[in-house]
């Protein structure tokens, strides 16, 4: 059995048979010749089903780039789905592109994009990039202070790392509709309606209280990566891009070592990093 509901943006699949089960979403960057495809696996499905699936979706749709969402080890380490290639995965998150120059470049704005997105905190160490879990960070400030102290440490570090990631997707989408006249006309039709839909969100979410603050990971699969795979770095319009997330990331990663740096003898101890099943 085969259930496969449709909506403007993407839908929803549930195969059920002799080999298996298997369910997930899916939602497109745009509908028309759509730059990316974000895809979130259920729980318990049969990893050879959600191949074939999202090798079917890829093939209808032909996205540059792909995000997978999965806690099965064996689809998030596929080297490949359709014809795409696996280039970053972390966590329960793997990213896949069609044949690209740099892969240490698109796992670099992969690993920023992702601490970015949860307010994780991020040292760089020459070409290692270090993330820390914000949740794992504050947990250890608030058993090392009084309250007093914890709130008024949570509030600097929610609006100073906060701020960076939402400043980064407004100036990122800024810099892309500045070159928009760089880009073939489908394409820019393309890349616009992505970075109209994710200020749209953006607009949206900052008036709830469970605001997600930032949609820099989208703005990096639906727009940054695909200009990188689809152009190369040195086209203007990836050169926009890449140049101000580079800089927003910059102003980020700073804000975050400082942080821990302020923070070093309350933290009182080497810190885990929260991205163990990284591969590069």
């Not at 070093?264 to 929260?274: D, R, T, V």
């Amino acid at each position: 059995m085969i259930e496969h509901d449709t909506t403007d943006s993407g839908g929803s699949v549930r195969v059920n048979c002799t080999e298996g089960f298997c369910s997930l979403t899916y939602q497109l960057s745009n509908q028309i010749r759509p730059l990316s495809m974000q895809c979130s696996v259920g729980n318990g499905s049969t990893p050879v089903l959600v191949s074939a699936v999202v090798d079917s979706l890829l093939e209808k749709h032909e996205p540059t780039v792909l995000l997978m969402k999965s806690k099965d080890t064996a689809v998030r380490f596929r080297p490949k789905m359709g014809d795409l290639f696996r280039c970053w995965t972390q966590n329960e998150q793997t990213v896949y592109a069609k044949a690209f120059g740099s892969r240490k470049l698109l796992e670099r704005v992969c690993s920023l994009s992702c601490a970015m997105q949860n307010v994780d905190f991020v040292r760089v160490e020459g070409e290692e990039i270090r993330l820390f879990g914000y949740y794992d960070v504050v947990k250890r400030i608030r058993e090392n202070t009084t309250p007093f102290e914890f709130l008024s440490i949570k509030e600097e570090c929610d609006y100073s790392m906060r701020t960076c990631s939402v400043g980064c997707l407004r100036t990122l989408v800024e810099s892309a509709t500045a070159q928009m006249d760089s880009l073939p006309r489908q394409d820019r039709e393309a890349f616009s309606q992505v970075a109209e839909d994710l200020l749209r969100q953006q607009q949206c979410e900052s008036f709830r209280f469970d605001t997600k603050y930032s949609y820099i990971q989208e703005a990096v699969v639906g727009i940054v990566l695909p200009a990188l795979v689809k152009y190369g770095a040195s086209h203007p319009f990836t050169a926009a891009v890449f140049t101000e997330f580079s800089k927003q990331a910059s102003v980020y990663t700073e804000a975050s070592e400082q942080f821990l740096t302020d923070c070093s003898e309350i933290l009182n101890g080497k810190l885990e990093q929260s991205d163990e099943d990284t591969t590069y």
